[in-house]
């Protein structure tokens, strides 16, 4: 109840209550599950033969050379914007058990609040594309972009983002100053750098919009590693016989649909 000090009140003796503690482990289970499925929808491990060469040949660029002749290549089902979501899964999953480790549970739950209301019409937009339904595509992605701004770039900055910078310091009334300022840094920093990649993302969404309004196409960038060639070409497009457009890019197959989370 209250404004956002209320964030910070009691701690660390507030109650932690069983519904909280599950609303973690959900969420800690699926940004984990989140890192792995991007991983293995992004990478793949092939073999070499005795002289060196991939038996398998393909465009794909080699990223590592690993011992026992195998090497790790960019899967042809790589996301857009892998290293966006990699680095927004790696900074995510630290701030899950971080914060549950230092018990701020309060402010955690508010961040996951935020991202879990804006993810609903950014799956919603991936797959009425993925489907080819284009009115329904154009909804869903005017209340992507309008609810990603009120909550991840409006809510998630200006209100809690704010608490923590300004407010957080009301539990050096129950916890030594020093031990307050050991881990404070560490979600500043982490909260920011995902700020700052929500800020690309809408970018992105830009990006998608101008195409959509100039040539009447619906792009999903962030569903391949290069977008579509030339940015706003359509040298990998086609037009269906209902006039919806498909991406020829990776055959948008079905699993690229499941990559996270904006988490």
């Known amino acids: 109840r209250g404004n956002t000090t209320s964030l910070w009140n009691q701690f660390p003796h507030d109650p932690i209550l069983p519904g909280m503690?599950?609303?973690?482990?959900?969420?800690?289970?699926?940004?984990?599950d989140a890192l792995l499925s991007l991983l293995e929808l992004s990478l793949e491990v092939t073999s070499l033969d005795s002289g060196g060469k991939e038996q398998h040949p393909?465009?794909?660029?080699?990223?590592?050379?690993?011992?026992?002749?195998?090497?790790?290549?960019?899967s042809s089902t790589c996301r857009g914007d892998f290293t966006e979501m990699f680095v927004h899964h790696i900074v995510t999953n630290l701030l899950v058990m971080g914060?549950?480790?230092?018990?701020?549970?309060?402010?955690?739950?508010?961040?996951?609040?935020?991202?879990?209301?804006?993810?609903?019409?950014?799956?919603?937009?991936k797959l009425a594309n993925f489907l080819k339904w284009k009115i329904t595509t154009i909804v869903c992605f005017i209340t992507m972009v309008l609810v990603w701004l009120a909550t991840r770039l409006g809510i998630f900055p200006f209100v809690i983002y704010k608490s923590i910078?300004?407010?957080?310091?009301?539990?050096?009334?129950?916890?030594?100053?020093?031990?307050?300022?050991t881990?404070?840094?560490?979600?500043?920093?982490?909260?920011?750098?995902?700020?700052?990649?929500?800020?690309?993302?809408?970018?992105?969404?830009i990006q998608m919009g101008y195409i959509l309004v100039?040539?009447?196409?619906?792009?999903?960038?962030?569903?391949h590693k290069q977008g579509e060639p030339?940015?706003?070409?359509?040298?990998?497009?086609?037009?269906?016989?209902?006039?919806?457009?498909?991406?020829?890019?990776?055959?948008?197959?079905?699993?690229?649909?499941?990559?996270?989370?904006?988490?």
Request: a neutral charge; proline letters at 2%; one cysteine or more.
């Open 165 to 181: 910078l300004v407010e957080s310091y009301l539990i050096t009334l129950s916890i030594e100053p020093l031990h307050y300022h």
């Open 58 to 74: 393909k465009n794909n660029q080699t990223i590592l050379r690993l011992p026992l002749k195998l090497q790790l290549r960019w």
């Open 21 to 32: 503690a599950w609303y973690y482990l959900c969420q800690c289970a699926y940004n984990v």
């Open 230 to 263: 030339d940015a706003f070409g359509s040298s990998t497009t086609q037009t269906s016989t209902n006039g919806t457009i498909t991406n020829g890019m990776n055959g948008d197959s079905a699993s690229n649909t499941n990559g996270k989370k904006h988490n």
């Open 214 to 223: 100039t040539k009447n196409e619906t792009h999903d960038l962030s569903e």
């Open 99 to 125: 914060s549950s480790f230092f018990r701020l549970t309060r402010v955690g739950s508010m961040v996951f609040l935020v991202h879990d209301i804006s993810d609903v019409p950014v799956d919603l937009s």
């Open 183 to 205: 881990f404070r840094w560490l979600f500043v920093t982490l909260i920011a750098l995902i700020i700052l990649l929500h800020v690309a993302w809408f970018g992105m969404f």
